[in-house]
């Protein structure tokens, strides 16, 4: 217990509640007093370069990438290494709770709205991005993504966009872009010249667009709903019934699932590295996202396809029950280590359906769900 500070009058009291208050109260006025000093610090050496920022308001759910990107257009800067060395920003990373927390500080009052942008390193292992405190590898930071149709219709960009398994608009139903047609293999950069611009020259927003299924799409809306909503915030739009899944599911939890179906795989070491090496590049997450979304779109026989995709290499069909549990026990381990308690029962379930239905292991069809799904979307 602290309390070496609380001076003789605390000392003799021994109600521990009274206690707690005093002791809380100059845990505040200690962190005040820091941050008046951060706070002063920060504004001698920094103000004069984060002033130019200050005539650029955020749009909604907009990314700091996004955002410094029209603060240099704003202010005639040449690159956004120049916002990026005002704000001490490394863009790819995340910055540190203190950091973030000093640039609050500096930027001041009205600059509120910013802090969600900005992704907030929590631990070595968890990031907060809009409020939602995310694994690492849910959040791809060191690639730019965006809609060409969202720039081009709204000229700012999404920051739920860097979450690593969403591949989708949930507003265009357009796969989103990660490189431009003059080099597919090469992630666009921060180096770029402007938000919409390849360092070729080329206009991001008038790229080829790949439009998604429309399970993809609304996978898309499901993810982005729950980035919009506030954590904590009781949801009572009807929307959240439209999607079959447990209906506290979690953004995070969601993530999490969208990872695991997309990567279900008869190579359970290649299963496995999807796990401990999340998958960035969009022409990856877009197939592994696409698969989520069929499963989940009819749910649970949407995924009965994925779950014989995951024995198609043994030899033989399950041929009884006792069988088809143990052809699948490998996806289930993959699923206890992947998704959370609550995530695993659900999908230990449609497991249990899949096992009570014969003629689904026996199709050796591979391919995608002939739609037989009475709860049909869109
Ligand atoms: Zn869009
Ligand atoms: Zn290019």
């Known amino acids: ?38 706070r002063r610090v920060i504004n001698k050496m920094m103000m004069p370069e984060i002033d130019l920022l200050v005539r650029v308001a955020p749009r909604p759910w907009e990314s700091l990438e996004s955002f410094a990107y029209r603060a240099v257009d704003l202010n005639g800067l040449r690159s956004l290494s120049e916002i990026a060395s005002a704000l001490r920003w490394k863009p790819g990373r995340a910055l540190s709770l203190e950091r973030c927390h000093q640039l609050m500080n500096s930027l001041g009052e009205g600059y509120t709205q910013l802090e969600p942008m900005i992704p907030t390193e929590i631990d070595r292992k968890t990031v907060l991005l809009g409020g939602h405190r995310l694994k690492r590898g849910l959040l791809a930071l060191t690639t730019s993504r965006l809609c060409p149709d969202c720039v081009e219709q709204h000229g700012y960009g999404k920051a739920y966009w860097s979450l690593a398994p969403l591949a989708a608009c949930e507003e265009h139903g357009t796969y989103l872009v990660d490189c431009c047609a003059c080099n597919p293999d090469a992630p666009l950069s921060t180096t770029r010249p402007g938000y919409m611009q390849c360092a070729c020259g080329a206009d991001l927003r008038y790229q080829p667009r790949r439009h998604t299924s429309s399970a993809a799409q ?18 009572d739009d009807h929307e959240s019934n439209s999607s079959m899944l447990p209906p506290e599911t979690t953004l995070s939890e969601l993530l999490d699932l969208t990872t695991f179906l997309g990567s279900v795989n008869p190579d359970y070491a290649n299963m496995n590295l999807d796990r401990t090496r999340p998958v960035v590049k969009l022409s990856h997450v877009s197939k592994r996202f696409e698969l989520a979304a069929q499963a989940l779109a009819c749910w649970p026989t949407g995924v009965f396809p994925l779950l014989r995709f995951a024995y198609s290499q043994q030899r033989e069909a399950p041929y009884n029950s006792r069988t088809a549990y143990q052809a699948l026990q490998p996806v289930m381990h993959a699923a206890e280590r992947w998704l959370s308690p609550q995530m695993y029962k659900w999908f230990a379930e449609a497991v249990a359906a899949f ?20 709860h049909g979307r869109n």
């Open 355 to 374: 096992i009570q239905t014969p003629s689904a292991w026996k199709s050796h069809s591979n391919s995608l769900p002939v739609r037989d799904c009475a």
């Open 1 to 38: 217990m602290p309390g070496g500070n609380a001076g003789h009058c605390v000392m003799r009291v021994y109600d521990d509640i009274f206690y707690k208050a005093v002791h809380a109260h100059e845990e505040r006025l200690r962190a005040q007093r820091t941050r008046d000093q951060a």
């Open 218 to 235: 609304s996978l898309a809306f499901e993810i982005a709903r729950r980035y919009k909503t506030d954590v904590g915030t009781e949801q």
